[in-house]
Antibody, heavy 113, light 107 residues
Framework: EVQLVESGGGLVQPGRSLKLSCVAS????????MNWIRQAPGKGLEWVAY????????YYAETVKGRFTISRDNAKNTLYLQMTSLRSEDTALYYCARRFLNWGQGTLVTVSS | ETVMTQSPTSMSTSIGERVTLNCKAS??????VDWYQQTPGQSPKLLIYGASNRHTGVPDRFTGSGFGRDFTLTISNMEAEDLAVYYCLQYGSIPYTFGAGTKLELK
């Protein structure tokens, strides 16, 4: 069974940093591109970033480009999202997804003073 | 950026009804469209990929169609468990973009 478990969310002040993790199991992690998607409270879905299976291709939404960094460790079956210069508008539930086939339950990031 | 416009924003339906949800892309995306279902408190679930392919385990009352700019998700025989928010996603060009969603409610 495919499982994606996000962690690392929490309450953080504006301008600070946070690193999210997503541990994958139930499939060959190194074979799949991965995405981060977020959902602000009561709002719709917003794609954040993509990384290819071997990390050769990386793409970001304009809203996070230059502030967020997606990465992965295939030996640890883990996907990361390093978030810097956080803003209140980054407050959301952050999901990782295997391509877009399977999604985790999300980790909540709240940016507030 | 390809904007995905979903209509209607919300819809009141009845059990057993046929429901049609629409998604229009601001530019052609070929068949690179997925449909997702999200129930309250749950993560989105893939229903349809590649515009018309039903994901594993999805009931056959869900049908996707379309190509280019216009896409449709049809629920042929509405069930109570189908009350949810439905999102389309285009992955034909970066940035990937979601529609704003259609919420299905009971009449």
């Amino acid at each position: 069974e495919v499982q994606l478990v996000e962690s690392g969310g929490g309450l953080v002040q504006p301008g600070r940093s946070l690193k999210l993790s997503c541990v994958a199991s139930g499939f060959t992690f190194s074979n799949y591109g991965m995405n981060w998607i977020r959902q602000a409270p009561g709002k719709g879905l917003e794609w954040v970033a993509y990384i290819s299976s071997g990390s050769s291709y990386i793409y970001y939404a304009e809203t996070v480009k230059g502030r967020f960094t997606i990465s992965r460790d295939n030996a640890k079956n883990t996907l990361y999202l390093q978030m810097t210069s956080l803003r209140s508008e980054d407050t959301a539930l952050y999901y990782c997804a295997r391509r877009f086939l399977n999604w985790g339950q999300g980790t909540l990031v709240t940016v507030s003073s | 950026e390809t904007v995905m416009t979903q209509s209607p924003t919300s819809m009141s339906t009845s059990i057993g009804e046929r429901v049609t949800l629409n998604c229009k892309a601001s530019q052609s995306v070929g068949i690179n469209v997925d449909w997702y279902q999200q129930t309250p408190g749950q993560s989105p679930k893939l229903l349809i990929y590649g515009a018309s392919n039903r994901h594993t385990g999805v009931p056959d009352r869900f049908t996707g169609s379309g190509f280019g700019r216009d896409f449709t998700l049809t629920i042929s025989n509405m069930e109570a468990e189908d009350l949810a928010v439905y999102y389309c996603l285009q992955y034909g060009s970066i940035p990937y973009t979601f529609g704003a969603g259609t919420k299905l409610e009971l009449k």
